[in-house]
């Protein structure tokens, strides 16, 4: 098992528990060398076979705090027919809830277990879709409070 997160850091079973920066440094430095090509060609290349991918995140502030499982059966009664012109074609309960477009841009909604934050990630072909992939996040937040 492997996974990694948007700081940075890289995680492997039966290892150290929290993020790893310095070995996901020192993995990209062998697939480089071992490639013969500079990252930037290497993403590229990546970017040719999949596909543009945008990505960000917002956390919003809430009035109050939110419980995950009231927050989850929300989203989901209240799951949309299309979210920037694009068709809902699934809905994942992992860890909050994952819209998941037509087109494989997503939207994923989920209270904080700290504070009073909905974090909202979105991921999109275009920057457009992002923007409304999030504007629909920041409509959810304010229905919520």
């Given at each position: 098992?492997?996974?990694?997160?948007?700081?940075?850091?890289?995680?492997?079973?039966?290892?150290?528990?929290?993020?790893?920066?310095?070995?996901?440094?020192?993995?990209?430095?062998?697939?480089?060398?071992?490639?013969?090509?500079?990252?930037?060609g290497m993403v590229d290349e990546l970017l040719a076979d999949v596909g543009p991918a945008f990505y960000e995140r917002?956390?919003?502030?809430?009035?109050?705090?939110?419980?995950?499982?009231?927050?989850?059966?929300?989203?989901?009664?209240?799951?949309?027919?299309?979210?920037?012109?694009?068709?809902?074609?699934?809905?994942?309960?992992?860890?909050?809830?994952?819209?998941?477009?037509?087109?494989?841009?997503?939207?994923?909604i989920r209270p904080s277990g700290t504070e009073p934050v909905l974090r909202v990630y979105a991921e999109g072909r275009?920057?457009?879709?992002?923007?409304?992939?999030?504007?629909?996040?920041?409509?959810?937040?304010?229905?919520?409070?």
């Amino acid at each position: 098992m492997i996974g990694g997160e948007e700081s940075g850091g890289i995680s492997f079973k039966k290892h150290i528990l929290e993020g790893d920066g310095p070995i996901m440094g020192l993995l990209l430095v062998e697939m480089i060398a071992k490639a013969g090509k500079t990252l930037h060609g290497m993403v590229d290349e990546l970017l040719a076979d999949v596909g543009p991918a945008f990505y960000e995140r917002t956390d919003l502030r809430l009035s109050r705090p939110v419980a995950k499982k009231e927050m989850t059966d929300f989203l989901t009664r209240q799951t949309p027919a299309e979210i920037g012109g694009e068709k809902v074609a699934e809905v994942s309960q992992r860890d909050g809830v994952k819209y998941i477009m037509a087109d494989d841009s997503w939207l994923l909604i989920r209270p904080s277990g700290t504070e009073p934050v909905l974090r909202v990630y979105a991921e999109g072909r275009t920057q457009a879709m992002v923007k409304s992939l999030l504007g629909y996040g920041e409509q959810v937040a304010e229905s919520v409070v």
